[in-house]
């Protein structure tokens, strides 16, 4: 089992920057290919930033990319996503999830665990 705790959220103007981290534990952090998700109210959840194992491979959102990165420290066993820029469209729950991959490969659904997100408001 892997178990992830997100932390980072919080309120900011638009056009501010926050860090979001993921803890790890549980199973070989290194081995799995992980991602940032979120959610809007009444809106579904959507992908915003993969990675994987080794951090050799990223991909984003359209609605994020040259604003978002994502970035995976396996010492740490931690994964982070650096958000500049922010607009209030970014208002979200943000989650982060974990896919135990046999190659290097970013993974875009079908996630096998989930962290409990954290709440993300950008004012105008």
């Known amino acids: 089992q892997v178990q992830l705790e997100e932390s980072g959220g919080g309120l900011v103007q638009a056009g501010g920057s926050l860090r979001l981290s993921c803890a790890a534990s549980?199973?070989?952090?290194?081995?799995?290919?992980m991602g940032w998700f979120r959610q809007a109210p009444g809106k579904d959840r959507e992908f915003v930033a993969a990675?994987?194992?080794?951090?050799?491979?990223?991909d984003y959102a359209d609605s994020v990319k040259g604003r978002f990165t994502i970035s995976k420290d396996n010492a740490k066993k931690t994964l982070y996503l650096q958000m500049n820029s922010l607009r209030p469209e970014d208002t979200a729950v943000y989650y982060c999830?974990?896919?135990?991959?046999?190659?290097?490969?970013?993974?875009?659904?079908?996630?096998?665990?989930w962290g409990k997100g954290t709440l993300v408001t950008v004012s105008s």
């Open positions: 990675i994987s194992w080794s951090g050799g491979r990223k």
């Open positions: 549980g199973r070989t952090f290194s081995r799995f290919a």
């Open positions: 999830a974990a896919s135990l991959t046999i190659g290097d490969y970013v993974v875009y659904d079908g996630m096998d665990y």
